[in-house]
């Protein structure tokens, strides 16, 4: 979203050295980027040095400079002849605790290479990251952790390159956004006490580190940004995402959302930025319940449901025979059922008007959504009350955290004008449904905007905008994180929120007027 | 002779983390190294950061920082607990093109703990810097010369560690003071333009390099200063020598004169700084007399001549029988032969004054000093016209060059009140003697300063004194390198400096007196 602001790639002409000026190569280096970078805050490797003088004369003093910056100076990476340079390439990590999306990019043209993902080989020893911490408790366990992110990182890497022609030694820098205590663990920092009152990370603000001080092949000299934390429940994907959404730069107050099982939130705009984050509950992405599953082919991820007849219309991912639903589809499913009737304004299964859709399995109340002869699996799939009770406290603490976060500057959720949806999950939310049930504020559509993976396009960001380093330290240094306190105000919203789509409808008056329409 | 500033070790107190202030452990030693260091440019390497929370714990947050800086950052390169620190070293190296010394310091204390030195390895493979660049572009001749210098130092650390009762890890920061050609091969950086037109160095001011990256056997962890020269004929060493004389700091027009084979000389106040290096000749150092040698046990380093007897009184190092002169002795020589009216103002021996002293060799006039029943040689030792008149040559060299670059700034010589004299050499001289011959200034003894070893005293105060780094950029950013040229201005001056003590005699009141004395 933001500009491709400068490369990281520099070419300069030096004045040949003479009797008369005969200043060191380094030097006559250091002065011609001087004048471009508009400091002297600039550093060359020893190993760049010791290659200097030889390539300054061949390349008749027409340089092509691989920069990067650390948070005081400069860095020349790399030196390249002018004309002609052999290919420079970035890699852009997503550090997620389940998925690690690797982007690799062309550091001259700004552009794209290749992209491609694999499972965080870390959920084999531990699902998610409270597991994960008290393994790396367990003997080795840490050094263990630590190995298969870096192990794992390196076949993606080399299979990346292979696919774009290119070799891993191209890759002269390297930018990390992941959790705190993803980064954690990749860096080889001992996460323990992240989790412990007073949650305290080893470190909020990485300086710059050679990636091969990490454990990645790439170049020798390539250069890792990883990004930085608030603390130890905000983390630098978060931080990535801000700085690809451009939010820390607008006039206008605007919002972010990273929904999830935790759903994390920015507000704030050019001057202020705060932040929370608080659990939500699985449910929202489709986690509980018996019938839920990843985003993947045969996942139903969008439903219609007649308000006349009741007869549903199920869409499934690469239209697949329907073998389970996605979060995007339970969301679609609350809503569908709420406009239409079969659930009430509490979330309770409406007998009378869900008619033969009814089914008891084990004395509980289930609402068949696919049936058996219509399903992969050859069995019903259902839905519970409970379930639906679930999704309806995980979408009002959602609801509530917006709330609390607005309030606490003087607005309300409905104030907003420009919602940011991070994470692929979020993309592939309707904001309609999200709004029918009061999870999302009832601002015009136009309003959401979807990040896509925001946490790697902001990684990438920072490898196609040189100079971003700072920018990026002036969205975490401004970041206010508000701590969010499960006090009485808190419960009153989230009671208030526990209401499809809320206690005060006046707050909803676009599912008012559809369910009236209906 | 500048105070010790400030200390490399730093001990401070974190404020224990609490909900209220969960700053990350490196952020929170950072905040706290940043009210004592007044700036925020502050560096914790990986390998520490993986230290950090354990230590922290278990040392109540009270922690002992060992710092160093580069152009840009303080670097925080050892953590330890602070009461009862374990030992902290470094290592001042003075890298001299024939002698290399080493001197151990407690960073604690600021105290010396060792010193040593060993012949430079390189000159087994050549003698001078000259040879040593052109064995460098032989195949592996560069190489060779490096792993020589590396190896040679490794080895004469772990002596001196022994020595000092320490462990080579327990060394953290090391500074190293040389010649530009001795530095560049010293770094691995590739001299062969030192020596050729436009005499381009590959770098005027490295940055702090891991001393892991040098080769040098110390603790990892461990930074190392190079340095920085003026170009190819101003090195390190130098400057160096300017921060340990404090000459750079001073009100009043001072000169610092290393006496050598080179002479390199650099006139200056606390506002600016001129240098220059010219050719005085070996014969300064007794280096082309037949009875020439360096200053070791038996060699003639002071003689007096009775002015009426003319009766030799020798004095040799340690007492022992006399093997041959050295540098201080041949100064001290000439300048009594001219005292006593044994030669004449044009330095040429006569006859009539010396008398029984003379002798023919091979034809050609020699001049007894000590006769072979006296000598430890068995043989006489005896100094030739050739050799007294080029003693003359570069003695007069010397004198030009003082003269140019004082007329420079429109001075003369004689106008200097403070005279530092540099290098082993310049110590042993004795200022009354080289004013008798007009190689130094007639000015009054106490403005003469020796200062010993300057190059290791000065890269021993990079160790001692922090944030010094910035002092020694400021020397060299300030200092103006004269180029010598041999024009008329210079011959004029030369023919007139090749009289005892000159054709201009007035400039010499006290050779006058003590003449018109004897």
Chains 1, 2 share one sequence.
Not at 97 to 126: C, K, W, Y
Not at 210 to 228: C, E, I, M, T
Not at 349 to 378: E, M, Y
Not at 468 to 487: A, F, K, Q, S
Request: glycine content about 8%.
């Amino acid at each position: 979203m933001n500009p491709t602001d400068r490369s990281w790639i520099q070419t300069v002409s030096l004045v040949p050295p003479t009797l008369q000026d005969n200043t060191a190569d380094a030097d006559r280096l250091i002065g011609a980027l001087k004048d471009r970078l508009q400091t002297d805050a600039i550093h060359l490797d020893l190993d760049l040095l010791k290659q200097l003088p030889e390539c300054l004369r061949k390349w008749k003093y027409r340089v092509c400079c691989l920069l990067f910056q650390d948070r005081h100076r400069w860095l020349v990476t790399a030196i390249a002849r002018a004309d002609d340079p052999p290919p420079m390439a970035g890699l852009a990590v997503d550090l997620g605790t389940t998925r690690v999306v690797l982007r690799l990019i062309d550091l001259a043209a700004g552009s794209r290479l290749a992209e491609s993902g694999f499972d965080n080989p870390q959920l084999a020893v531990a699902p998610d990251i409270l597991a994960r911490i008290h393994f790396a408790e367990s003997p080795d366990g840490f050094t263990r952790l630590n190995e298969l992110i870096i192990t794992g990182l390196n076949r993606s890497i080399e299979k990346l390159c292979r696919q774009a022609g290119l070799e891993p030694r191209s890759i002269y820098a390297v930018s990390v956004a992941g959790n705190t205590a993803m980064t954690h663990l990749f860096m080889g920092l001992d996460p323990r006490w992240i989790i412990r009152e007073p949650y305290i990370p080893v470190v909020n603000k990485p300086d710059i580190i050679k990636a091969s001080q990490l454990g990645l092949d790439v170049n020798p000299s390539a250069r890792a940004l990883v990004f930085p934390n608030v603390g130890s429940y905000f983390g630098g994907d978060l931080i990535a995402g801000i700085l690809y959404s451009g939010l820390h730069r607008r006039p206008d107050v605007a919002i972010l959302v990273d929904v999830g099982t935790n759903a994390e939130v920015i507000v704030g705009n050019r001057d202020w930025l705060i932040a929370c984050a608080g659990a939500a509950g699985p449910a929202l992405e489709g986690g509980v319940t018996a019938m839920g599953m990843m985003a993947a082919p045969g996942a139903v991820d969008r439903i219609a449901i007649d308000p006349k007849t009741h007869v549903f219309e199920i869409h499934t991912i690469e239209d697949q025979p329907p073998q389970g639903i996605c979060g995007s589809g339970v969301i679609d499913l609350a809503a569908q059922l709420f406009l239409s009737g079969m659930i009430d304004i509490r979330g309770k299964l409406v007998a009378a008007v869900c008619a033969d859709h009814l089914k008891k399995i084990d004395g509980l109340a289930h609402l068949v959504v696919v049936p058996a002869d219509q399903s992969a699996t050859g069995s019903d799939l259902t839905i519970s009350q409970a379930d639906i009770d679930s999704l309806i406290r995980s979408k009002a603490a959602m609801y509530t955290i917006l709330e609390t976060i607005t309030s606490s500057v003087g607005l309300q959720p409905e104030d907003l004008t420009t919602f940011y949806v991070a994470g692929t999950f979020g993309s592939f939310i309707d904001p309609r449904s999200a709004i029918a049930i009061g999870m999302l504020p009832d601002l015009p559509l136009d309003s959401y905007t979807p990040l896509g993976n925001s946490s790697l396009a902001g990684a990438s960001l920072a490898l196609t905008s040189a100079g971003c380093l700072e920018e990026i330290d002036r969205i975490r240094d401004r970041t206010t994180y508000l701590e969010l306190n499960v006090n009485q105000d808190f419960m009153n919203r989230f009671s208030a929120a526990k209401f499809l789509p809320h206690t005060d409808t006046a707050r909803f008056p676009s599912v008012e007027k559809r369910r009236r329409s209906s």
